[in-house]
């Protein structure tokens, strides 16, 4: 069972706070407490006599609680050994583009598998795309139209940082006199494959011209309606 969990991605530390609180409490509601200090503040008179429940959403809390509060560079090693072991990431990589991604995905990660399970767009050619996200979003009149202009504009931008690639976008929604859900919704999920994502513009930075100018000329002429 606990092979299962690790390989899941949670962390030992956080494994080790949950099943320390099945039956025991160290006091004043608190809930988040490291090894180091549950080793120092077991009593084993506070332990509990009744039947422990077990909380999977307690535990994807606290796995949560303390994915975010690892260094940066930390958290990317352990993303890094995930994603070289499923084969998405190969030596040379480039380390400062993986902790962009880290830090971006840092607040949304309950386990370390979900890199792989929600963020999986960084690291292929093409993403997987979510049947209901593409009905909802790229299945609309005009989208494809909306989408190859954006491609254009993008394709002519000789900065591909966060703000320039933002500015581009809000140009072309003001310009063609579109609410910015009618452009940034199909602009996700023609760029991630998901109708919900980090924040678009520094993902869209992050992976590059060339990525989001394939991603968007293919969801365009392969799955929007014209």
Do not use: C
């Not at 140009?171 to 994502?197: C, M, W």
Request: avoid cysteine; glycine fraction near 4%.
């Amino acid at each position: 069972l606990v092979a299962e969990y690790r390989a899941a991605g949670y962390l030992g530390e956080a494994f080790f706070n949950y099943l320390a609180l099945l039956g025991w409490s160290p006091g004043g509601n608190r809930e988040f407490v490291s090894p180091k200090e549950i080793v120092e503040l077991f009593d084993l008179t506070k332990v509990k006599k009744a039947a422990a429940f077990f909380d999977q959403r307690k535990l994807d809390w606290l796995n949560s609680r303390y994915l975010k509060q690892l260094p940066v560079p930390q958290l990317a090693d352990l993303l890094v050994q995930r994603l070289q072991a499923k084969g998405w990431l190969n030596e040379p990589f480039d380390r400062p583009w993986m902790e962009r991604i880290t830090a971006i995905v840092q607040d949304r990660l309950k386990v370390l598998g979900d890199i792989e399970e929600e963020h999986s767009f960084f690291f292929q050619e093409m993403p997987p795309y979510e049947e209901d996200a593409v009905t909802k979003f790229l299945r609309q009149d005009g989208v494809g139209t909306r989408l190859r202009e954006l491609k254009e504009r993008l394709s002519r931008l000789s900065s591909f940082e966060t703000p320039a690639v933002e500015q581009a976008v809000r140009a072309l929604i003001t310009e063609q006199r579109l609410e910015s859900k009618d452009l940034i919704h199909p602009a996700r999920v023609a760029v991630t494959g998901r109708a919900v994502s980090p924040p678009l513009f520094e993902v869209m930075s992050i992976l590059g011209k060339t990525t989001v100018v394939n991603r968007l000329d293919y969801a365009a002429e392969k799955l929007a309606s014209k």
